[in-house]
């Protein structure tokens, strides 16, 4: 099942270098991502194609308007039978974690709209139900780039994406962990040598050092990570209570 993304934007150039190359160039030749792009500024309805305006009760910066947004919206939504999932990139927005870019990952269409200047007319937010979703806590000038990144993150998810299909599985914050560390040829570089355990063949071994090199890395660089991971192998392995007739737990 192809996944469609449609991006509504006021630079559709500024997208054409990131998803003309590698892996998300790849996904969409192979048809398992369409991703449409389409240009706010069509959908102004005055001769100068306005779509921003100065604020309500002063102050700097110009605003994006209603109109434009949401004629955009309705022509792309009839493009494709599926409503999907609309989303404004706004740093206001919930911060894009791996959980989100799974779950984004399993949805049929996707539907960005990027902003630009002071940011939305609330109404846009209001009007349209959208999820909002922020790439981190700073401002950028435009929805572009966050856009990108979400493109870029749940694309690499799509199954067939990605030449080696685990690849993603051991990367990092799958599982709640950050990945181990990898070493390449040579064996020693200006004196710098790759952990013998890689040279030694025993996968069992290999695997179980990788397995806690990404415990001691994850405790060390993230320990909020590593704190919610303890604490959700520590109900996953939970014995769970025997209950009675009146379903309160009891000891066995
Ligand atoms: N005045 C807005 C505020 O303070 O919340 C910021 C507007 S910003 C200059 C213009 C546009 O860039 C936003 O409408 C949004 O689409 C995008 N943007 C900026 N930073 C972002 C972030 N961290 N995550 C997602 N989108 C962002």
């Avoid at 572009?144 to 690849?167: F, N, Q, T, W, Y």
Wanted: glycine letters at 8%.
């Amino acid at each position: 099942m192809t996944m469609r993304i449609d991006v509504l934007t006021l630079f559709p150039e500024m997208f054409e270098s990131p998803l003309g190359y590698s892996i998300l160039k790849r996904a969409q030749q192979q048809n398992i991502v369409t991703i449409a792009l389409s240009n706010i500024r069509d959908f102004a309805t005055d001769k100068y194609r306005k779509v921003d305006d100065t604020p309500y009760g002063g102050g700097p910066g110009m605003v994006m308007m209603c109109p434009p947004v949401f004629a955009c919206l309705e022509h792309v939504r009839s493009q494709a039978p599926e409503p999907g999932r609309v989303i404004l990139l706004t740093p206001q927005g919930r911060p894009l974690s791996q959980p989100k870019v799974e779950a984004l990952s399993a949805e049929r269409r996707l539907i960005l709209i990027a902003g630009r200047y002071e940011g939305f007319d609330e109404r846009i937010r209001q009007g349209l139900d959208a999820e909002e979703i922020s790439i981190g806590d700073y401002v950028l000038s435009g929805g572009e780039l966050p856009a990108m990144v979400l493109i870029d993150a749940v694309v690499r998810l799509l199954g067939g994406a990605l030449g080696d299909e685990d690849s993603a599985a051991d990367d990092s914050f799958a599982g709640g962990l950050l990945e181990y560390p990898h070493y390449t040829r040579p064996e020693e570089f200006r004196r710098m040598r790759v952990p013998e355990i890689l040279l030694s063949g025993d996968h069992g071994k290999i695997a179980r050092w990788r397995h806690e090199q990404r415990l001691r890395r994850t405790q060390q660089r993230r320990p909020d990570l590593y704190a919610n991971w303890l604490k959700r192998t520590e109900a996953d392995n939970a014995i769970p209570k025997t209950r009675n007739n009146e379903n309160q737990e009891i000891d066995t």
